[in-house]
């Protein structure tokens, strides 16, 4: 091993040794089978349906057992909450009820009255349901003081809630003086359950955000998600739950507009289709979707990011279809790499729908232990270069241990080519990925460990086609930090998923270094990435915590030569009026191997190797209030030249009906002559208006000049129904060079209803 080498890997662990010497952290105690003799909510039948209007006034509540006496969570879970929360339940033969009395005053903190919208920045309650009692996911209801509805799906082996899902269930709010209450009727047929079960893992979750306190009613370390599934209390039911029949969902939709595309040269014209989503329960835990010429006319564009780097960003999934039990194919890998992302199907690289005639997805768990999903897609042809496409993938989660997973995947994607087609592009036929996956934890949740093996194939491809991956981690209550190493090699291809770094897209010449004319090469790495982190908790003062951390990046490529190397370190700053301060300094060595470009210059940066640091700080203001911002700047070294950064985002709400902000970013790039400079502006206004909790009008402009794009898109979407609505959508694509000639625009509808059997 090299001095420079050794240095890289001292740096790597030396600052989490110093921090995990810091004196030993209180225990937190364990979750699981301890906690659910510990916290028990019975639950009883109740012979009268409960009317869902918010009063708390029919009879089965007078009687119900009530759970009381939450704990703190965040951002301090050792002072005391200065509100209580009381919560009851009930049940019958179609409906899970939830009564809640939430102690506060009648001032609220109601960011939107839009579904599915900010929940944790309002005054909210919210219920974890884990039926299958097994902690390795479950269901997240959610309403705020307005009634604004928020749901979402939980796994176990992911730090973030998934708030893309979906489904039917009732609730109703009402304020009073000094408390205020919300009614949940939850429809069996919506939960995934054993009916032979009568203990569910179950906790609940309030947001006081006028004093800046999270609660729980079981006790969740601060370290960990209020949600999180390993520190549930039980949910015992004095009958079993009723068995559902015939659990089967019809979504039938129609959709129709106009449009004119500019760019192409075609004239305006008119569409009108129809399709539809079923959902079917196999049984008490499996589900089976399926979809006919899928439309998601009315899903949002893609927020627009200004890039500073030489690679791909990652868009996250917005399509409703893919979302329900995703982590099943999505979460294998790691940054960089993901072998399944659903957007690589009926999306090109370009994020422009590819017609999908069909799809199915079978998901759910066969028992207390194993987990699977399968799923195929079909897409029609697009062009002489994107054939017809078969897209299916088979994933299994099998529980060990306590907390713990083996888990597997294969995936095929294969293209329906003519021979002319196969003999000019003969590795686009097909694309094929295996692997397998271990993820280790311990009861506690605070100690991590994960390894993982994949395999690529193409028709043309022999070796270095695989990806290797280990790492460890503890998040701890002060000390948190975890190192992760991936290897990728050269010819691993991943057609159904995100692959960042190996595609380097690069420039020819001249013997001036003027462009010519730009290629691609692959190269494969080696990465190893590591953070660190130590936060201190005061009980007292203006603060809520502070943190002092650093982040280690190192890549090699395959012939062991350096490519880039990165070392950050960061102080932050919560306050107990919910403002933020951070300051960052960055250290960065990068080989490039490849020219490569950031500005309009006809000449491009060479292959070189560049030393470069950065400073940056970032400050927020108290989001609880009607006008909150946030301000950052950045400055420094960037490559051979020199990058300042500007951001503002400035927040308005006329609560609860109106949301408008403003989101302004400016990169002021200077490089050395002739490598160029430039601007770089993205200007996001926003305008939110909620007439009800059940009609909204979004409108939203985004005016990147990096992208050359200035884009219209506003939507009203009207929920007639539970979960049936109706959608009108403009949306218009204008340059910013030569400013505001059209792209192209369109105005669509989609009618689609909800119908269950």
């Known amino acids: 091993m090299t001095l420079f080498y050794r240095k890289i890997f001292v740096l790597f662990f030396t600052f989490g040794a110093v921090l995990g010497g810091q004196g030993q952290e209180k225990s937190a105690p364990l979750g699981g089978a301890a906690y659910q003799e510990k916290y028990q909510h019975r639950i009883r039948r109740t012979p009268i349906p409960i009317k869902i209007d918010g009063e708390l006034s029919d009879e089965a509540w007078q009687t119900a057992t009530a759970s009381k006496n939450f704990a703190p969570h965040w951002p301090q879970d ?21 009564g809640v009395v939430c102690r506060d005053s009648n001032q609220h903190i109601i960011q939107t009255l839009k579904r599915d919208a900010s929940f944790w920045d309002s005054d909210a309650f919210g219920l974890i349901l884990d039926p299958i009692n097994e902690r390795t996911n479950g269901f997240f209801f959610g309403v705020n003081a307005a009634n604004a509805q928020w749901e979402g799906l939980l796994t176990f082996f992911s730090d973030e809630l998934n708030g893309s899902w979906d ?23 919506t939960l995934r359950y054993d009916p032979s079960k009568t203990q569910w893992g179950i906790n609940f979750e309030r947001n006081d955000l006028k004093n800046n306190q999270y609660s729980t009613w079981t006790f969740v370390p601060v370290n960990f998600n209020g949600y999180d599934l390993g520190y549930t209390g039980a949910l015992v039911w004095e009958d079993t739950p009723p068995t559902v029949k015939g659990n089967v969902s019809l979504v039938p939709y129609i959709t129709g507009g106009v449009s004119h595309d500019h760019i192409e040269g075609k004239l305006t014209k008119g569409s009108f289709n129809g399709g539809l989503d079923a959902k079917i329960a196999i049984n008490s835990s499996l589900n089976l979707d399926v979809t006919l010429n899928p439309d998601f006319s009315q899903i949002e564009v893609d927020r627009q990011v200004t890039n500073l780097t030489r690679f791909s960003i990652f868009f996250p999934e917005r399509r409703t279809f893919f979302l329900e039990n995703d982590d099943l194919f999505s979460s294998y890998g790691a940054p960089p790499f993901r072998p399944f992302f659903s957007r690589a199907v009926g999306l090109d690289r370009n994020a422009q729908p590819i017609r999908i005639i069909g799809g199915v997805r079978l998901s759910g768990n066969l028992d207390k232990n194993w987990r699977v999903g399968l799923m195929t897609m079909q897409t029609a042809s697009k062009d002489s270069l994107t054939p017809a496409q078969n897209f299916t993938a088979f994933s299994f989660n099998r529980k060990v241990l306590k907390r713990s997973l083996i888990k597997g995947y294969a995936l095929n994607r294969q293209g329906f080519m003519t021979e002319a087609m196969r003999k000019a592009n003969p590795m686009n036929e097909y694309g094929r990925n295996q692997g397998l996956e271990f993820s280790y934890s311990n009861v506690k949740g605070d100690l991590s460990a994960w390894a993982g093996y994949h395999l690529s194939q193409k028709s043309t491809i022999k070796k270095n086609s695989d990806v290797k991956q ?12 975890f190192v992760d190493y991936i290897g990728i090699g050269t010819n691993y291809y991943a057609d159904m998923g995100f692959l960042n770094r190996v595609d380097n897209f690069t420039f020819r010449l001249d013997q001036f270094g003027k462009i010519q004319s730009d290629t691609t090469i692959r190269l494969g790495y080696k990465q190893i990435y590591s953070e660190a982190e130590y936060t201190i908790r005061p009980k007292k003062g203006k603060i809520s915590s502070h943190s002092l951390g650093t982040e280690n990046f190192l890549l090699l490529y395959p012939n062991g030569e350096l490519g880039e190397y990165s070392t950050a370190f960061g102080y932050n700053v919560l306050f107990q009026n919910t403002s933020s301060f951070s300051l960052r300094y960055d250290h960065n060595r990068v080989n490039v191997l490849f020219p490569f470009v950031f500005t ?10 560049y030393t470069y640091s950065q400073y940056s700080a970032t400050y927020g203001s108290d989001y609880r209030k009607k006008f909150y911002y946030t301000v950052s700047f950045r400055t420094g070294g960037f490559y051979n030249g020199v990058l300042q950064q500007y951001a503002l985002e400035m927040n308005y709400r006329a609560q609860p009906w109106g949301n408008f902000s403003m989101s302004f970013e400016q990169n002021d790039i200077t490089l050395p002559r002739p490598y160029g400079n430039d601007r770089l502006l993205l200007v996001s206004p926003r305008v939110e208006i909620n007439f009800s909790t059940q009609l909204f009008w979004t409108t939203f402009l985004q005016f990147n000049t990096q992208n050359n794009n200035f884009n219209v898109n506003s939507r009203v979407q009207w929920r007639y129904k539970p979960m049936s609505d109706f959608f009108l959508v403009y949306t218009d694509n204008y340059y910013t060079d030569p400013l505001f000639r059209n792209k192209n625009r369109a105005v669509v509808f989609k009618f689609n209803y909800w119908l269950t059997l």
């Open 470 to 481: 280990a790492g460890f981690g503890y998040f701890g209550r002060n000390l948190n930090f």
């Open 600 to 609: 309009d210059s006809d000449y491009a940066l060479p292959a070189n190797n």
């Open 167 to 189: 489904n039917k269930w009732y609730s109703q709010t009402k304020i009073y003086d000094t408390f205020w209450t919300i009614e949940m009727a939850i429809p069996f047929k």
């Open 78 to 98: 050792n002072v005391p909450l200065k509100r209580d929360t009381e919560v009851k339940m009930a049940f019958d033969d179609r409906f899970l009820y939830v």
